[in-house]
């Protein structure tokens, strides 16, 4: 007779997460192993994908961008203001241009960044943990342990308020661009938040004054090589939890905002950087 029960799945989940959480390599590493398919828990249901890929759309340019070299200016800044309250509203992300970080910063911050990330592995372990909130975190998927699908990103995370980390903290190979780049961000961060607070009519400082950039976090994605690119994603789909979130990339093609009904492709424009309206200045803004 011959046998109609299919043999039993020797696969555990639990444990093989646990083997390569334990292994401190991240995505990254096991990209660099050589491995032609990745592990089952960062597969995504296929019904998963298959929305996504369904509802995209690549529509250059429709993403706002927004000049603000001119909010000093009593003639432009009225014009400023009403471009990023409609931005904010409609869209709840879009580029600001001409924001006053100097390319070089640009430049330097991304090279760190991928400096940091392109270490040897024992280098990197050393910042491997998953106790998030303050100093420097190494990690694969701050959810690893929760999703149902891990996704296949690194990420350095330093907290750089309201409690900054000792700068010996910082790994080296970053230390001096990652303390620059908080900087200029919080910059652009508190001219952006001046100008949403200007057209929510309430007065330029009052999201400063509620000490809204006090609490930041910097955080250096990389998405390594994947053999198996259609059965994963890079992040899945979210909203950001704070404030509002300064993002700075490489200009590699892929980051997606959803809008309306449809994920439409950003293309990043050179030397802009991109706003994202953040989840608790939503809800603040309803409230006021």
């Given at each position: 007779?011959?046998?109609?029960?299919?043999?039993?799945?020797?696969?555990?989940?639990?444990?093989?997460?646990?083997?390569?959480?334990?292994?401190?390599?991240?995505?990254?590493?096991?990209?660099?192993?050589?491995?032609?398919?990745?592990?089952?828990?960062?597969?995504?249901?296929?019904?998963?994908?298959?929305?996504?890929?369904?509802?995209?759309?690549?529509?250059?340019?429709?993403?706002?961008?927004?000049?603000?070299?001119?909010?000093?200016?009593?003639?432009?800044?009225?014009?400023?203001?009403?471009?990023?309250?409609?931005?904010?509203?409609?869209?709840?992300?879009?580029?600001?241009?001409?924001?006053?970080?100097?390319?070089?910063?640009?430049?330097?911050t991304i090279n760190a960044i991928?400096?940091?990330?392109?270490?040897?592995?024992?280098?990197?372990a050393k910042y491997?943990?998953?106790?998030?909130?303050?100093?420097?975190?190494?990690?694969?998927?701050?959810?690893?342990?929760?999703?149902?699908?891990?996704?296949?990103?690194?990420?350095?995370?330093?907290?750089?308020?309201?409690?900054?980390?000792?700068?010996?903290?910082?790994?080296?190979?970053?230390?001096?661009?990652?303390?620059?780049?908080?900087?200029?961000?919080?910059?652009?961060?508190?001219?952006?938040?001046?100008?949403?607070?200007?057209?929510?009519?309430?007065?330029?400082?009052?999201?400063?004054?509620?000490?809204?950039?006090?609490?930041?976090?910097?955080?250096?994605?990389?998405?390594?090589?994947?053999?198996?690119?259609?059965?994963?994603?890079?992040?899945?789909?979210?909203?950001?939890?704070?404030?509002?979130?300064?993002?700075?990339?490489?200009?590699?093609?892929?980051?997606?905002?959803?809008?309306?009904?449809?994920?439409?492709?950003?293309?990043?424009?050179?030397?802009?950087?991109?706003?994202?309206?953040?989840?608790?200045?939503?809800?603040?803004?309803?409230?006021?």
């Amino acid at each position: 007779m011959a046998a109609t029960d299919a043999a039993p799945s020797t696969y555990d989940r639990t444990k093989a997460i646990k083997e390569f959480d334990e292994s401190k390599m991240g995505v990254k590493g096991l990209s660099e192993s050589g491995i032609t398919s990745i592990p089952e828990f960062f597969i995504h249901p296929p019904q998963t994908l298959s929305d996504l890929r369904s509802s995209s759309r690549s529509s250059p340019g429709a993403v706002p961008v927004i000049d603000i070299s001119g909010i000093n200016s009593i003639a432009d800044r009225p014009n400023i203001v009403r471009q990023v309250r409609d931005a904010a509203k409609s869209w709840g992300f879009f580029q600001v241009v001409n924001h006053g970080v100097p390319a070089p910063v640009l430049d330097d911050t991304i090279n760190a960044i991928r400096g940091f990330h392109e270490q040897p592995h024992e280098n990197k372990a050393k910042y491997y943990k998953r106790q998030e909130g303050q100093g420097v975190m190494f990690a694969s998927n701050n959810d690893l342990y929760r999703t149902e699908a891990a996704s296949w990103h690194d990420s350095l995370q330093v907290w750089m308020g309201p409690q900054p980390p000792v700068s010996e903290e910082i790994p080296e190979v970053c230390r001096r661009e990652v303390i620059a780049w908080d900087g200029h961000a919080k910059g652009v961060a508190d001219k952006v938040m001046e100008l949403l607070s200007e057209g929510l009519g309430l007065e330029p400082g009052m999201f400063r004054e509620l000490t809204f950039s006090d609490a930041r976090t910097l955080v250096g994605h990389c998405y390594p090589h994947c053999p198996q690119p259609d059965l994963t994603l890079g992040i899945t789909s979210h909203t950001d939890p704070g404030i509002i979130t300064v993002l700075l990339t490489n200009r590699v093609p892929g980051l997606q905002v959803k809008h309306e009904d449809d994920w439409t492709d950003v293309d990043p424009v050179p030397g802009g950087l991109i706003i994202n309206i953040g989840d608790f200045l939503q809800v603040k803004s309803n409230l006021l």
